[in-house]
C-alpha cells in the first residue's frame, strides 16, 4: 500500500480516495507547494510494453496543457519505479454520477447549466485536438454547487488500449459507448458529443437511454435502438432540449452537432421562449431510404401482372383447340351415312322380281324312319333323291337326321331331296395315352363324352403323373358314352423322409442309416464346432423332413471338435521421447498391456529413460477380444490405445 | 490416442495465465483442457489454475456411468462447470486482488468415438480431418456477436480492437451455461485445443500445412508454438493436441 508514503520524494499519499480497473486515486499534499493533489496511480504494468509507456506519457503530457475552470487541472506526469502516476489538482466533492443517484431528475434549467460547462471544457480540449473517449458521470466531479469539472483526459485512451493487448477482459461501462466505439471504430471527436447526449439525457430522466442483461447488450442496443425519447419519460421537458439530446446522440456521428461549438450554442438558447413550439429532431431519409419503396411496389405490381395473363392463356387456349376438331369432323360421318341408306334404297328398286310364285316348301321329315319320310317328301310334289349315312348322337339309326336342301326352304315342283340317313352313334379308334401326363390328358379327354374317366395311382419309376397303362387298351374301337376309361398312373417313385442326422450320428451309425434308408450319405467338409462332438454332424443337407428319393444323396458335414481361438499378433513402435524438466534427470518408463496374458494392474516393463527411445509394443489378441496399451512417463499418461481384434490384419 | 500439451509464456507477457492439462483414466476416459485465465490485479493464472486442478479432480473421481453416454458426459459437464464456476466467483469475491478474475474453459472429453466438448470464452478447438481443418468451436467473444448482429463483417473482425473482449468465461458471473458439441471424433484425425495466443497468431492455413505433416504429434505441437512466437508471441500460448492418426515410425 502507499499510504504514508511519498511518491517521487515529493508527495505524501495521504487516502485512498477512488479507484477500481486500473488505477487507484489518492489524496496527497505536495511537499514542495504546499497543497493537496489527487494522485491517479496506475496498475498498468507497462514494463513489458514500451511503444504503450510512451504513448501513455505522451497523451497524458498533452492533457496537461488543457487549462480551463470546467477541466481538472494535471500539474505533473510521473514514474517511480514501476509506478506511473498523474498529479491532478484535487476537487473537493463527488462525482456527477453520486449527484445523479442523489439529485435526479435535475431541472431543464440545471441540466441545460451543467452541459454548458461540460460542452464549454470539451470545447476547449477539442481545440487542442484532445479527446476524450471516455465521458461519463464518473469521470465529472462537482466542485460546490453547480460547477464541474471533467477528469481523465487522455487516459482512457492509453487504458482502452492497454486492455486489449491483454487477453480476454471483460467488457467496461458502455452506457456513454457511441455507435461508432461499439463497433470498434476508433473515437472521434463526435463521439465524445454523442457521450454529452447519453449525460444529458440522464440528467433529465435520472436513467440511462439502454440498459440490459449485459454490457454487450448495451453496446448493440447503442448500435441499433434509436435513443429513447426523453419528453416519453417526462412530458414536460421542452422538445428543444429533447431534441439536443436526439441530435447529440444520432447514431451517424454526421447527423450529430458538427462540432461540440454547435452544440454548445444550442444549449444556450435552447430554454427560450421563441424556441418553445420547436418540431421534434428528425433525421432526413436519405437517397437510399426513398428509393427502396418503390423499388417493392414496382415487384408487386409486375407479380400482380403476371398472374392472371398467365392463367388466362393456360384456359382458353385448349377449349378453342377442341371446338375446331368437333366441327371439322361431323360433316364427313353424315356423308357416309347418308350415302349408304340411298345405296340400300336402290337394290330394292332395281331386283323387284325376286320373289315369285309356284314353289313347294320342302317339308320337315326329321327324326322319321327313311320309308316315312320318302312318302312325304313325294305327297307334297318333290322327288327322293340319293340317302346317305351319317352317324349321330341322338337320333336313332335308320332315321332321316336332315335332308339337302333343308326343310323350309322353297323349291321348284320336283326337285330331288337328298336324305341324310342317322348310322347311329359314332365309334372311335381310342388313343394310346400311355406315357403322356395325366393333367395333360384329362384337358383333352374333357370334350369327348366318356361315360366316366377313372384313375390308380401307385408308385413308379416313371414321373409322378404320368400315364403307366390304359384300359380299354389303344385302338379299341369304342363309344366314348359308353365306355369308361381306366388310367393307371404313376405317383413318382416311392419317397423317403429325411431323419435328423445332427448332432446324435457319427461316421459309423450314418453308414448303418444310409444301409437301411437306400439314402447315400456324403461327407462334404469337417468344421470346428463348440458345441458338436468330434466326429458327429454338425449339420445336413437336405433339411429334416425333405422327401427323397431312393438312391439321393445326404451331404453332411461333421464335426472336428472345438477349435483353440484365433489369436492375433498386433505390434507397433512407439516413440518415447525423452523429455526432462531438468536436462540429465531421470524419466522412468511404465509399459502396461492389456492382452490374453497381460491385464493392465502391473507394468509389464519398468525402466529409466535416458533418451529418446523406440518401444516396441506387441500383443496376442484373442478373436472377438481387445488389447490395450498405455505408456507412463513418470506419473504421465504420453500414450494409450484399445486395439480391436478387427482393427488391423 | 496420443497427445501432446503445452504451455509457453510467449515473448511479451510475464506470467503465464494459461493452463492446459490432459487427463487420462483407466478406463480409457480421456480428457483434454485449457482454461485461459483474465482478470483480477494479475490474478488471471489463479482462476485458470482452479479450474484445471478441480476439473481433473471431478474426472479422475467420476463414475464410469457418469461417461456412459454423450447425454451423461454432457450432465457430468454441466455439474463440474457449476462447481467450478462457484469456486472461483467465490475466492473472487473474497481476495481483494482476484476481483473480476475468470477464466476461458475448453475441455474435450472422448470416450471411444464418443467426444464431447465443453466450451466457455474464445479458446478454440479445431479438427483436422484427411488435410483439412475447422473450427468446431463459437467463441463467445464480442466481436463475434457484432458479426452476428451485421454490423461488422469476419473481415473486420479479424482486425478488431475489441478482438479479445470476450462475453463469457468463467468464474465472473454466479451462473454459467457452457456451448456443447458432440461429435464421432473420426480415426486419422487430430482435435487440437489452443487458447487464443495460438489461434491469434496462426492463420488456419498455417495450422493446417503443420498438422499434415509427416512429423510425431510432439513435434507438431511444438511447430505450431514455435510459429506463434515467431509471429510475435504476445500472448500466451498453450494447447492440447490429441491425435487417433496412427504414425508411422
Not at chain 1, 447526449?197 to 437511454?209: A, D, M, S
Not at chain 1, 435513443?227 to 416519453?232: C, D, E, I, K
Not at chain 1, 385448349?318 to 337394290?347: H, T
Not at chain 2, 468446431?136 to 479479445?164: F, M, R, W
Request: aromatic content about 6%; proline content about 4%; hydrophobic content about 35%.
Amino acid at each position: 500500500m502507499l499510504l504514508g508514503k511519498r511518491i517521487s520524494g515529493r508527495y505524501k499519499v495521504l487516502e485512498m480516495i477512488g479507484g477500481g480497473g486500473m488505477s487507484n486515486v489518492y489524496l496527497a499534499h505536495d511537499m514542495i507547494l504546499d497543497r493537496d493533489v489527487a494522485i491517479k496511480v496506475l496498475r498498468y504494468d507497462f514494463s513489458i510494453e514500451d511503444d504503450l509507456h510512451r504513448r501513455f506519457q505522451r497523451e497524458a503530457l498533452s492533457a496537461t496543457s488543457l487549462t480551463h475552470p470546467n477541466i481538472v487541472n494535471i500539474f505533473d506526469v510521473g514514474e517511480e519505479g514501476d509506478l506511473q502516476y498523474l498529479v491532478m489538482e484535487y476537487v473537493k466533492g463527488k462525482t456527477l454520477k453520486h449527484y445523479i443517484i442523489d439529485a435526479a431528475p435535475v431541472s431543464p434549467v440545471e441540466a441545460v447549466n451543467i452541459m454548458k460547462q461540460l460542452t464549454s471544457a470539451i470545447a476547449h480540449a477539442h481545440q487542442n485536438q484532445i479527446i476524450h473517449r471516455d465521458i461519463k458521470p464518473q469521470n465529472i466531479l462537482m466542485d460546490g454547487i453547480e460547477h464541474v469539472k471533467i477528469t481523465d483526459f487522455g487516459i482512457a485512451m492509453t487504458l482502452s488500449a492497454t486492455s486489449f493487448t491483454q487477453t480476454n477482459s471483460v467488457l467496461g461501462t458502455v452506457h456513454y459507448l457511441s455507435p461508432e466505439q461499439a463497433r470498434g471504430g476508433t473515437a472521434t471527436k463526435k463521439s465524445d458529443i454523442y457521450a454529452l447526449g447519453i449525460v444529458l439525457y440522464e440528467l433529465l430522466t435520472g436513467k440511462l437511454p439502454f440498459s440490459g442483461e449485459s454490457a454487450v447488450s448495451i453496446a448493440l442496443k447503442h448500435l441499433q435502438t434509436d435513443t429513447p425519447s426523453v419528453r416519453a419519460v417526462l412530458p414536460n421537458i421542452p422538445q428543444s432540449l429533447e431534441n439536443v439530446v436526439m441530435k447529440a446522440t444520432a447514431k451517424d456521428p454526421r447527423n450529430r452537432y458538427q462540432t461540440v461549438e454547435e452544440m454548445e450554442r444550442d444549449l444556450h438558447n435552447v430554454l427560450s421562449e421563441e424556441r418553445a413550439n420547436e418540431k421534434a429532431f428528425a433525421i432526413l431519409e436519405d437517397d437510399g431510404a426513398t428509393k427502396a419503396i418503390p423499388v417493392i411496389k414496382d415487384g408487386m405490381r409486375y407479380e400482380q401482372l403476371a398472374k392472371p395473363i398467365h392463367s388466362e392463356m393456360k384456359s382458353k387456349l385448349p377449349q378453342i383447340s377442341v371446338e375446331d376438331k368437333k366441327k371439322k369432323k361431323w360433316p364427313i360421318i353424315m356423308g357416309v351415312i347418308s350415302l349408304l341408306m340411298l345405296l340400300g334404297l336402290g337394290i330394292i328398286i332395281a331386283f323387284p322380281g325376286i320373289f315369285g310364285p309356284q314353289k313347294v316348301e320342302i317339308p320337315n321329315v326329321a327324326n322319321l324312319p327313311l320309308t316315312e319320310a320318302i312318302d312325304i317328301v313325294e305327297g307334297v310334289g318333290l322327288v327322293a333323291g340319293n340317302e346317305t349315312s351319317e352317324s349321330s348322337d341322338d337320333i336313332e339309326k335308320g332315321q332321316v337326321i336332315r335332308t339337302i336342301p333343308q326343310s323350309g326352304k322353297i323349291r321348284d315342283e320336283g326337285t330331288e331331296i337328298e336324305f341324310i340317313v342317322s348310322s347311329g352313334k359314332e365309334s372311335v379308334s381310342l388313343a394310346d395315352y400311355v406315357g403322356r401326363d395325366i393333367n395333360e390328358v384329362k384337358d383333352l379327354l374333357a370334350r369327348q363324352n366318356f361315360e366316366s374317366v377313372r384313375t390308380i395311382e401307385e408308385y413308379s419309376n416313371e414321373p409322378a403323373d404320368r400315364i403307366i397303362s390304359q384300359n380299354p387298351i389303344a385302338n379299341s374301337e369304342i363309344i366314348p358314352e359308353e365306355t369308361e376309361l381306366v388310367f393307371t398312373i404313376s405317383k413318382g417313385p416311392r419317397l423317403l423322409t429325411v431323419i435328423d442326422l445332427t448332432k446324435s450320428y457319427n461316421e459309423q451309425t450314418l453308414n448303418d442309416y444310409a444301409q437301411s434308408s437306400g439314402l447315400n450319405i456324403r461327407i462334404i467338409k469337417e468344421s470346428f464346432s463348440e458345441d458338436i462332438p468330434k466326429g458327429f454332424v454338425i449339420s445336413q443337407t437336405p433339411k429334416v423332413g425333405t422327401k427323397l428319393k431312393p438312391g439321393s444323396n445326404i451331404e453332411v458335414v461333421l464335426s472336428k471338435g472345438p477349435v483353440a481361438k484365433k489369436i492375433k499378433t498386433f505390434v507397433t513402435m512407439v516413440e518415447i521421447p525423452y523429455e526432462p524438466e531438468e536436462q540429465g534427470t531421470e524419466q522412468i518408463v511404465r509399459i502396461y498391456l492389456q492382452d490374453q496374458t497381460h491385464s493392465l494392474a502391473e507394468p509389464v516393463e519398468e525402466y529409466v529413460l535416458t533418451e529418446t527411445k523406440m518401444q516396441r509394443i506387441q500383443l496376442q489378441i484373442e478373436e472377438g477380444q481387445k488389447g490395450a496399451y498405455r505408456i507412463m512417463v513418470n506419473s504421465k499418461v504420453i500414450e494409450d490405445e484399445i486395439i480391436e481384434y478387427d482393427s488391423f490384419e | 490416442m496420443k497427445f501432446s500439451v503445452l504451455s509457453d509464456i510467449g515473448q511479451k507477457r510475464l506470467v503465464n495465465e494459461d493452463r492446459a492439462a490432459m487427463y487420462v483414466r483407466s478406463d480409457f476416459v480421456h480428457l483434454g483442457v485449457i482454461a485461459d485465465g483474465m482478470g483480477g490485479h494479475n490474478a488471471g493464472d489463479i482462476a485458470s489454475e482452479m479450474a484445471i486442478t478441480q476439473i481433473g479432480e471431478l474426472f479422475e473421481s467420476a463414475t464410469a456411468k457418469d461417461f456412459s453416454s454423450v447425454e451423461t458426459i454432457k450432465h457430468w459437464f454441466k455439474s463440474a462447470i457449476q462447481t467450478i464456476n462457484h469456486a472461483i466467483f467465490h475466492y473472487s469475491l473474497t481476495h481483494e486482488d482476484c476481483q473480476g478474475m475468470g477464466t476461458t474453459f475448453l475441455a474435450v472429453l472422448t470416450k471411444g468415438k464418443d467426444t464431447v466438448i465443453c466450451h466457455i470464452g474464445d479458446s478454440r478447438a479445431y479438427e483436422w480431418h484427411s488435410g483439412r481443418m475447422r473450427q468446431l468451436t463459437k467463441d463467445h467473444s464480442y466481436v463475434n456477436i457484432l458479426v452476428e448482429n451485421g454490423e461488422i463483417s469476419k473481415e473486420e473482425a479479424e482486425c478488431h480492437p475489441q478482438k479479445n473482449l470476450i462475453t463469457k468465461s468463467l468464474g465472473t458471473e454466479k451462473t454459467i451455461e457452457p456451448d456443447f458439441i458432440s461429435f464421432n471424433f473420426p480415426t486419422y484425425s487430430h482435435l487440437l485445443l489452443c487458447s487464443d495466443g495460438l489461434s491469434n497468431k496462426l492463420s488456419l492455413e498455417d495450422m493446417t500445412s503443420i498438422l499434415s505433416n509427416r512429423a510425431t504429434v510432439n513435434e507438431k505441437a511444438i511447430q505450431l508454438v514455435n510459429l506463434a512466437n515467431q509471429n510475435g508471441g504476445e500472448d500466451n500460448i498453450s494447447l492440447v493436441l490429441i491425435t487417433n492418426a496412427k504414425e508411422e515410425v
